[in-house]
């Protein structure tokens, strides 16, 4: 048994750094390698390729990383773990075993593919006993059935285990969690047993930490100014001990930084309830103690777990209409005034916004995510026009047509910017979350030419893990001098999205400061601050172990995903939104 393992991760999303993987491979020893790249409508997209080429269908960038790193991976005994299959899994396998053959390496790697999480082929079936309502709504999906475009459930790390007990040093999935590929290992290389809750839920937080990449390493960090450099960022790195617990760090001669709060805002990045469900277990956030272990290094401990739901999440995309957005750049004097004059004329000669399902303006510079924090006019703009609408040619004959002609027939100093010209069209690929039963999911792992089924385990409910809370109550000495700063001087703060609900974590950046936050920071005041964009009600769950605190904000980013008109789609500046508001302390309270 392994005493210490170390997993890298070089991504977090599809589209990030291709450099990345050298740099984690090459920067020093590792043991595994792990790569995220499916966010929720990524299947669509991935499915409409397969559709238009049956040899397609995964992430092409997976074999751009592959090749630089795969020769490297192969004469250090590094494992790659990675959810690149997208709805292609095999035809990932085919063009990685093509590429290890082009690299000479072939005899050396053992391709493991994870399939099942793909439940399309049986989605009739399924229906028929159970209705895949809509988490939030309770709709039927059968409502939605001849506009569904994909639909796969969420796998945990038992396949990818299975893959590493076969003898895979390469293992490809589908649809898995992005803690699943990060937890595997770990199960793996320690033989944790499946009900050892308290390590698993350990496993699910590392995953969790270093699944958004550079996130954890001082990327979109508050306190962006401590950062030493932006040049050169170390990725993460879990350094694992078989108890479970495990110290984050990067890279040496590397930018960026790893800190107690770098790690702690990435913990609360799209985060819901502090019960962390996954396919493994449910993972108690409120359990988490993180530590300072050294110059980036933050040891992370303690977590308890629990016993997972008996179902899986499973995500449906779906046809949902189209969208148009236009742009065009409006420069002062009287930059304001003239925005809004063009905006009115725009709309009127589309014929009203009321004519389409869904249409917004949005100032770029001004207010175009929320609402301005200065009363200085800015020198120039972005006026934003957008529509969503399920008739296409009403987008394409009547929208689209009226807005490069306005730079002609309206207001002085308006501009189209140079890599615009006549808005187009484009499909609207709608989200929805739904649950089933671990029965009617059958997952493969297949090594060379062995073919496993893997039945998915199911537990029985046990009673939550009883979850001691450090004192944070602590008192401080009031000067009685009040004084009015931004929310910014007394914690921190990031943000994220699941659907159309935005999530805001802010962290006390002191024990006595958290106690403020609690009377404070209710959710009314949060309701009040978003009141432009929170159609829904508010949520607030409170981390005494990170004095911390967590927002759930509903209805909050216009449906979410490819469905929003809005600037910021996935609610990452509304963190930042928050902490700039200005609030009233005494003044012994600013750290």
């Given at each position: 048994m392994s005493k210490q393992i170390v997993i890298?991760?070089?991504?977090?999303?599809?589209?990030?750094?291709?450099?990345?993987?050298?740099r984690q491979v090459r920067g020093g020893p590792i043991d595994y390698l792990v790569m995220d790249y499916l966010a929720e409508v990524t299947m669509a997209i991935l499915h409409k390729q397969m559709a238009r080429n049956p040899e397609l269908g995964f992430a092409g960038d997976f074999l751009t990383q592959l090749r630089d790193v795969l020769v490297d991976c192969v004469d250090n005994n590094i494992t790659i773990i990675s959810n690149a299959g997208g709805v292609n899994p095999h035809g990932c396998r085919i063009a990685v075993e093509a590429l290890a053959d082009e690299l000479g390496v072939a005899d050396q790697v053992r391709v493991g593919v994870i399939t099942g999480d793909?439940?399309?082929?049986?989605?009739?079936?399924?229906?028929?006993?159970?209705?895949?309502?809509?988490?939030?709504?309770?709709?039927?999906?059968?409502?939605?059935?001849?506009?569904?475009?994909?639909?796969?459930?969420?796998?945990?790390?038992d396949p990818i285990v299975k893959a590493l007990e076969m003898g895979a040093n390469i293992v490809i999935c589908g649809r898995v969690t992005d803690t699943g590929v990060t937890l595997a290992p770990m199960i793996y290389e320690f033989g944790w047993s499946p009900d050892d809750w308290d390590r698993i839920a350990a496993g699910i937080v590392g995953g969790h930490i270093i699944e958004c990449g550079l996130q954890a390493c001082g990327g979109n960090f508050t306190d962006w100014q401590l950062v030493p450099s932006h040049d050169n960022m170390g990725y993460p790195l879990l350094e694992v001990e078989s108890d479970g617990t495990f110290v984050v760090t990067k890279h040496p001669d590397t930018g960026g930084l790893v800190s107690v709060h770098t790690v702690g805002e990435q913990l609360l990045y799209e985060m819901g309830s502090p019960?962390?469900?996954?396919?493994?277990?449910?993972?108690?956030?409120?359990?988490?103690?993180?530590?300072?272990?050294?110059?980036?290094?933050?040891?992370?401990?303690?977590?308890?777990?629990?016993?997972?739901?008996p179902t899986l999440?499973?995500?449906?995309?779906?046809?949902?209409?189209?969208?148009?957005?236009?742009?065009?750049?409006?420069?002062?004097?009287?930059?304001?005034?003239?925005?809004?004059?063009?905006?009115?004329?725009?709309?009127?000669?589309?014929?009203?916004?009321?004519?389409?399902?869904?249409?917004?303006?949005?100032l770029i510079g001004w207010d175009g995510t929320h609402p301005s924090l200065t009363v200085s006019e800015p020198s120039e703009v972005i006026l934003q026009v957008a529509v969503r609408d399920g008739d296409r040619d009403k987008i394409d004959k009547l929208f689209a047509p009226q807005v490069v002609p306005k730079v002609l027939g309206t207001i002085p100093?308006?501009?189209?910017?140079?890599?615009?010209?006549?808005?187009?069209?484009?499909?609207?690929?709608?989200?929805?979350?739904?649950?089933?039963?671990?029965?009617?999911?059958?997952?493969?792992?297949?090594?060379?030419?062995?073919?496993?089924?893997?039945?998915?385990?199911?537990?029985?409910?046990?009673?939550?893990?009883?979850?001691?809370?450090p004192e944070t109550d602590v008192a401080f000495e009031p000067t009685?001098?009040?004084?009015?700063?931004?929310?910014?001087?007394?914690?921190?703060?990031?943000?994220?999205?699941?659907?159309?609900?935005?999530?805001?974590?802010?962290?006390?950046?002191?024990?006595?400061?958290?106690?403020?936050?609690?009377?404070?920071?209710?959710e009314d005041f949060v309701k009040e601050r978003f009141e432009d964009i929170a159609q829904g009600g508010v949520e607030?769950?409170?981390?005494?172990?990170?004095?911390?605190?967590?927002?759930?904000?509903?209805?909050?980013?216009?449906?979410?995903?490819?469905?929003?008109?809005?600037?910021?789609?996935?609610?990452?500046?509304?963190?930042?939104?928050?902490?700039?508001?200005?609030?009233?302390?005494?003044?012994?309270l600013l750290p």
């Open positions: 890298a991760n070089c991504g977090g999303f599809w589209g990030d750094d291709p450099t990345a993987a050298g793909d439940i399309y082929p049986e989605l009739d079936e399924i229906l028929a006993s159970e209705p895949l309502s809509h988490m939030e709504t309770g709709e039927p999906l059968t409502d939605i059935r001849d506009r569904v475009m994909s639909a796969n459930a969420y796998l945990g790390a019960a962390y469900l996954a396919p493994d277990c449910v993972a108690h956030f409120d359990s988490i103690q993180i530590s300072d272990a050294g110059p980036d290094r933050v040891r992370v401990e303690g977590v308890k777990g629990s016993p997972p739901p999440k499973v995500s449906v995309s779906f046809q949902n209409g189209y969208r148009a957005f236009g742009r065009l750049l409006i420069s002062g004097p009287d930059t304001l005034a003239k925005a809004r004059k063009l905006e009115e004329v725009f709309w009127t000669s589309v014929g009203g916004r009321e004519n389409f399902e869904d249409a917004r303006s949005q100093g308006v501009t189209v910017l140079a890599d615009q010209g006549r808005p187009r069209s484009s499909d609207v690929v709608g989200y929805w979350p739904a649950l089933l039963s671990r029965e009617a999911v059958h997952v493969k792992v297949q090594v060379g030419d062995e073919i496993l089924d893997v039945p998915l385990p199911s537990f029985s409910a046990e009673d939550q893990p009883d979850v001691m809370h009685g001098e009040v004084v009015r700063v931004p929310l910014s001087r007394l914690a921190l703060g990031r943000s994220g999205d699941k659907g159309d609900t935005s999530n805001v974590g802010l962290i006390a950046r002191s024990p006595s400061i958290y106690g403020w936050l609690v009377e404070a920071i209710t607030r769950f409170e981390l005494p172990n990170l004095i911390s605190l967590n927002f759930l904000i509903h209805e909050s980013l216009g449906g979410g995903g490819t469905m929003s008109l809005l600037a910021d789609a996935q609610g990452k500046s509304y963190a930042q939104y928050l902490l700039a508001t200005e609030v009233e302390v005494d003044k012994a």
